[in-house]
């Protein structure tokens, strides 16, 4: 069996689907036909988690890899009487982001723009400070305009942005996060072959309190559920001062745990087990991994691990710079040895569910 490998033009077409949360099938869609080839069912459950399963010994664990088809979006709250777009954010955005952007609205895709005030205008206070009160620009006059357009408050903005190289195999673009990790699935699913049954899922609404984890977490009821994500990386000049904890071209994150603040309020803890599992499996075929605690964010593991009364659960995630911008900076052969890894923790057996989260 060869190595698993991410395909780039997996991810260019994973990131033009637009995947707003709540809105995310097209993403869905795409990763669907993707995957479908390589295992031997696929369904939606009523949340809109995709599940794609590839069947193994009964008797064997049941293993879950996840990663989401959201992004981070806007949703059209009003439209003015003078046609522009008032909104607000979904997800973890930064307003440092907004100003300048173009974005793409609705279901016909209409382009607009985030103007921010003019610098000529500004106070000097203004100008060192985060642009506030700001609209999406789509060349309307009127509200009738807007209607004209097939736009209407309760759409969805989503940066107007697609996939770059950059030198060294790296990539910038809109949605790395978490449309890489979906990559990554693929790359696992074309190669695959264990006796375990193994569901590949692409859950919704992660951005905004994974929702679609919940579900999926029920729908599946796994043995050992891994999140895929992407891991703030801090390897550039205006990240953390200090030694770099996540680098790019480190390796693939196995996380410790994560959560909402300095304490890992509301976040997951992964134990020793699970860690000791996906970290040997990746030391097994030579994947060096960077071990952390990602702090003030959370995966959708959070969710799989208290499913049903308790699973184990993990996360393997891609360092990335600018995490939650439009330029989401990241390195193919992270991507790659993530998939190594994890094709290689499907062919090492794990527990079962009888066997509890001790020792």
């Not at 003019?118 to 985060?130: A, F, G, I, K, W």
């Not at 107007?160 to 990554?184: E, F, H, K, Q, S």
């Not at 184990?312 to 710079?321: D, E, F, I, K, Y």
């Amino acid at each position: 069996m060869s190595e698993p490998t991410v395909e780039f033009e997996d991810v260019e077409r994973l990131v033009a689907a637009r995947g707003p949360p709540g809105d995310e099938y097209p993403v869905a869609a795409v990763f669907e036909e993707l995957v479908e080839p390589h295992v031997d069912a696929v369904f939606y459950d009523p949340m809109g988690n995709l599940i794609a399963t590839s069947e193994g010994d009964p008797d064997a664990p049941e293993l879950m890899f996840a990663a989401h088809t959201d992004e981070l979006a806007l949703l059209v709250e009003e439209v003015t009487d003078d046609g522009f777009l008032e909104f607000v954010m979904l997800g973890g955005h930064y307003k440092g982001n907004l100003p300048g952007q173009e974005v793409r609205i609705g279901p016909e895709a209409v382009p607009g723009v985030i103007g921010p005030k003019s610098r000529h205008r500004m106070t000097d206070e203004e100008r060192e400070s985060l642009a506030e009160d700001l609209v999406i620009d789509v060349g309307a006059t009127s509200r009738s305009e807007v209607a004209a357009l097939d736009v209407e408050p309760g759409d969805h903005a989503t940066w107007d942005r697609t996939v770059t190289r950059l030198a060294n195999d790296r990539i910038a673009g809109r949605a790395l996060d978490d449309r890489v990790p979906l990559a990554v699935l693929l790359a696992v699913a074309r190669e695959e072959d264990a006796d375990a049954t193994v569901h590949y899922v692409a859950t919704t609404q992660e951005e905004v309190g994974l929702r679609g984890a919940r579900a999926a977490g029920h729908s599946v009821d796994p043995d050992v559920a891994v999140a895929l994500e992407i891991f703030p990386a801090n390897d550039y000049p205006s990240g953390v001062d200090g030694r770099p904890a996540v680098e790019v071209d480190g390796g693939p994150v196995v996380e410790f745990g994560d959560g909402t603040s300095e304490y890992l309020f509301g976040g997951l803890l992964v134990d020793r087990r699970t860690r000791s599992w996906l970290t040997g499996s990746a030391r097994a075929v030579d994947v060096s991994v960077q071990e952390a605690v990602m702090l003030r964010g959370t995966t959708d593991a959070t969710e799989f691990q208290g499913v049903r009364g308790g699973r184990h659960a993990g996360a393997v995630a891609v360092p990335c710079r600018y995490t939650h911008s439009p330029v989401e900076t990241l390195s193919l052969a992270d991507a790659n040895e993530a998939a190594v890894a994890l094709a290689e923790a499907i062919r090492t057996p794990f527990p079962d569910r009888n066997e509890v989260r001790h020792g």
